[in-house]
């Protein structure tokens, strides 16, 4: 086969590039690297992953220390602030009351335990606050949607749910008391309502 003379700058151009081919060098798309989340034997606890250098501020982190103590009084408008918060972020799974049945759960995540075990209603705020920082086992965290002051409304909710199921006649008010004994002696004029 003859090529003509004006077909030889392409025909060079292929048999370069047919030879390049057989290169195989390291280069910016071919480069030796972990994907995500891939195993990395070499590397404590064989992650490839890495935690940031501790102190590694992300961009869009809020400059303020996450408080260790409850850093605004615990009132009605907290726990109004709260009720809100958990209703949003926390109810698709652990439902409105905390029993751990929320739609999402209904369609097949994990359920998370109740808010209304022994353990859980021990616990101190501060670990419903580092649950949301840090998520807990196969629940993500949510430092990114809820910022540190809502964490600790949310956990003054929670405890007050956990309040709402489990308190005995004689932490109520005597107000209250004297209300509740009224209603289981005879006075059944809300009864209708129930
Ligand atoms: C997508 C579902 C989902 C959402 C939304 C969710 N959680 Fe969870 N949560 C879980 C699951 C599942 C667990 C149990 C995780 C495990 O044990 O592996 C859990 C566990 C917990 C625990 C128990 C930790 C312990 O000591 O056992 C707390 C407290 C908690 N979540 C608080 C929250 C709060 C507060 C919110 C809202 C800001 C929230 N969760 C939102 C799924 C969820």
């Not at 097949?108 to 209304?116: D, Y």
Request: net charge negative; charged share 25%.
């Amino acid at each position: 086969m003859r090529y003509r003379h004006d077909e030889w700058p392409s025909a060079l151009a292929i048999v370069i590039g047919v030879l390049l081919v057989g290169c195989d060098q390291p280069s910016m798309e071919r480069q030796p690297k972990y994907e995500t989340f891939e195993a990395a034997p070499g590397w404590p606890h064989g992650q490839s992953a890495r935690e940031p250098v501790p102190g590694t501020i992300a961009h869009d982190d809020t400059l303020k220390p996450i408080p260790d103590t409850q850093p605004q009084e615990l009132d009605a408008a907290l726990l109004d602030r709260g009720q809100q918060r958990y209703d949003i972020f926390c109810s698709p799974c652990h439902d409105r009351t905390g029993h751990g049945n929320g739609m999402v759960v209904q369609r097949g995540f994990p359920a998370p335990p109740t808010f209304h075990s022994e353990r859980l209603r021990n616990a101190p705020l501060q670990h419903v606050v580092d649950v949301i920082t840090n998520g807990f086992g196969v629940m993500y965290p949510y430092r990114d949607r809820v910022p540190v002051e809502d964490r600790w409304a949310i956990a003054a909710y929670i405890q007050a749910l956990q309040l709402s199921q489990h308190t005995s006649v004689d932490d109520l008010p005597p107000a209250q008391r004297s209300e509740l004994e009224r209603a289981s002696t005879g006075d059944t004029r809300r009864e209708g309502n129930q």
